[in-house]
């Protein structure tokens, strides 16, 4: 299970950190991702982080704004975002696969909820 928080209204150039705690699995054994969904518009891939922190990959509009990180003591990733654009505005939601380190939505396994960011200008 992915509960994803740490959503809210934020300022254009401000940052934000989202926050998602998984439970009931071994938290280690998946890579985890972000992505969002803005109004009327399709699920977009964030960001991608490999079982041990050490490969990740960003979507094109986020390089050098956003940062993903994960705890897995902690059973936690984040979303550090930096620099948000009124573009930014969606909901963003965690996803888990044990399999793939993928940017593609169809190879995640496990989602959270989705938590509202949203961008004023």
């Known amino acids: 299970q992915l509960q994803a928080s740490g959503g809210g209204l934020v300022q254009a150039g401000g940052s934000l950190r989202l926050s998602c705690a998984a439970s009931g699995r071994t938290f280690s054994d998946y890579h985890l991702g972000w992505f969002r969904q803005a109004p009327g518009k399709g699920r977009e891939f964030v960001a991608v982080l490999n079982r041990n922190g050490f490969s990740v990959t960003y979507g094109d509009s986020v390089i050098g704004r956003f940062t993903i990180s994960r705890d897995n003591d902690k059973n936690m990733v984040y979303l550090q975002m930096s620099s948000l654009k009124p573009e930014d505005t969606a909901v963003y939601y965690c996803?888990?696969?044990?399999?793939?380190?993928?940017?593609?939505?169809?190879?995640?396994?496990?989602w959270g909820q989705g938590t509202l960011v949203t961008v004023s200008s």
């Open positions: 996803a888990a696969d044990q399999r793939y380190f993928s940017r593609d939505i169809a190879s995640y396994t496990y």
